[in-house]
């Protein structure tokens, strides 16, 4: 979520090309997915500070906010080169290649279907020197620039992810710790407030006892939606209004984590959710 926001942060304007070419070769860059269309005009009548010029600017660029690319487990090597068409004899450009002047945001680092090692491998230069080396299927290889703001976000432990000499190449690492109570309750209520919910305070208590005292569980900013959104479930199966009764509450805390008893014998059951 906080890396998330960092979408919403950039108003200004870029002009994307349409597609480029490398020696004969076309490569194909706009992409409706990722890159959103302007309006010029519209664009300049609602900021007069704007760069986007009300003369019809070359059309073979596209006026775009800056992009905002986010992938996860799918990333693999291979969407970080040049992908060859051969129905239509073109190239289509590499994610990091799109998100160009906006951001790249790597979500659940560590858990992708290509190894951290390989991954950060790829990216110790670009990191390092803001440009990518990129090669056609001819044999050509050629720089494309880096600069964009790469985000890698990950709830492991980054020592076990990188070694110190990537780790010096991320200048900012920020934990995103558990909230106080305070800040717990106004999460809840603002979950609440959604659902058309009022959290009485013994129903507050109540979850901070389940959660920290019986569970043993550090408080999480995903915690309040989490459980509002079980109890709202709950409730709707029942055929009730919405309503932090205790049951529901402690059935939503209940599957906020999976427990395993252990049996008599040492062994232990499967786990329940």
């Given at each position: 979520m906080v890396?998330?926001?960092?979408?919403?942060?950039?108003?200004?304007?870029?002009?994307?090309?349409?597609?480029?070419i490398i020696e004969g070769e076309i490569i194909r860059y706009f992409d409706p997915s990722i890159h959103v269309p302007l309006d010029p005009v519209e664009e300049h009548r609602d900021d007069e500070t704007s760069f986007v010029r009300h003369d019809n600017n070359d059309m073979r660029w596209v006026a775009c906010k800056r992009p905002f690319v986010v992938t996860g487990g799918e990333l693999t090597l291979e969407m970080l080169d040049l992908r060859y068409d051969p129905n239509g004899h073109f190239y289509e450009a590499p994610l990091h290649m799109k998100a160009l002047s906006g951001c790249l945001l790597i979500d659940d680092f560590g858990r992708q279907l290509v190894s951290p090692t390989h991954l950060l491998n790829r990216w110790i230069v670009p990191l390092e020197n803001r440009i990518d080396y990129l090669k056609l299927n001819t044999g050509k290889t050629f720089t494309v620039p880096f600069e964009e703001l790469v985000i890698f976000s990950t709830n492991l432990e980054p020592e076990d992810l990188m070694d110190p000499a990537f780790l010096r190449r991320l200048p900012y690492k920020i934990e995103v710790g558990p909230p106080d109570v305070d800040r717990y309750r106004a999460i809840f209520e603002s979950e609440c407030l959604k659902q058309g919910m009022?959290?009485?305070?013994?129903?507050?208590?109540?979850?901070?006892?389940?959660?920290?005292?019986?569970?043993?569980?550090?408080?999480?900013?995903?915690?309040?939606?989490?459980?509002?959104?079980?109890?709202?479930?709950?409730?709707?199966?029942?055929?009730?209004?919405?309503?932090?009764?205790?049951?529901?509450?402690?059935?939503?805390?209940n599957n906020l984590r999976v427990h395993r008893h252990d049996q008599p014998n040492g062994k232990k059951t499967s786990a329940r959710v």
């Open positions: 890396a998330l926001s960092f979408a919403n942060v950039f108003t200004d304007v870029i002009y994307v090309p349409y597609a480029i009022q959290l009485p305070e013994e129903a507050f208590q109540f979850i901070v006892r389940k959660v920290r005292d019986e569970k043993g569980m550090d408080f999480a900013a995903y915690q309040p939606r989490f459980i509002i959104d079980q109890v709202v479930a709950t409730c709707r199966f029942m055929e009730e209004p919405p309503q932090l009764k205790p049951r529901y509450v402690e059935y939503a805390v």
